[in-house]
Nanobody, 124 residues
Framework: QVQLVESGGGLVQAGGSRRLSCVAS????????MGWFRQTPGKEREFVAR????????SYDDSVKGRFTISRENAYNTVYLQMNSLKPEDTAVYYC?????????????????WGQGTQVTVSA
């Protein structure tokens, strides 16, 4: 089992920045590629960003490309999501998720482990 705990959510004004963190425990962190997803009420959870186990490969949804950056510090079992130029439409509950390193995927159903989520609210 992998336990994931997100933090860093909160209220931010449009145009502002926020950094989310997700700390993993339970199994070797480098066994897993990591992803960030988000969800708003009534909508499906959607892919935001992902990073491979070593941190050298990333990808983003087009809606956040150029504004968000995913990174990880394997020494601290932590993955981050730096969010800049935030927009009201970025308001959501943000989840980090882990998938075994052999899978490079944006499909939420393939991610094995999930955090509890952290709310990000962007005011206009």
């Amino acid at each position: 089992q992998v336990q994931l705990v997100e933090s860093g959510g909160g209220l931010v004004q449009a145009g502002g920045s926020r950094r989310l963190s997700c700390v993993a425990s339970g199994r070797p962190f480098t066994n897993y590629n990591m992803g960030w997803f988000r969800q708003t009420p009534g909508k499906e959870r959607e892919f935001v960003a992902r990073i491979n186990w070593g941190g050298g490969t990333t990808s983003y949804d087009d809606s956040v490309k150029g504004r968000f950056t995913i990174s990880r510090e394997n020494a601290y079992n932590t993955v981050y999501l730096q969010m800049n130029s935030l927009k009201p439409e970025d308001t959501a509950v943000y989840y980090c998720a882990a998938v075994f390193f052999t899978q490079w995927t944006t499909a939420r159903h393939e991610y094995e482990y999930w955090g509890q989520g952290t709310q990000v609210t962007v005011s206009a």
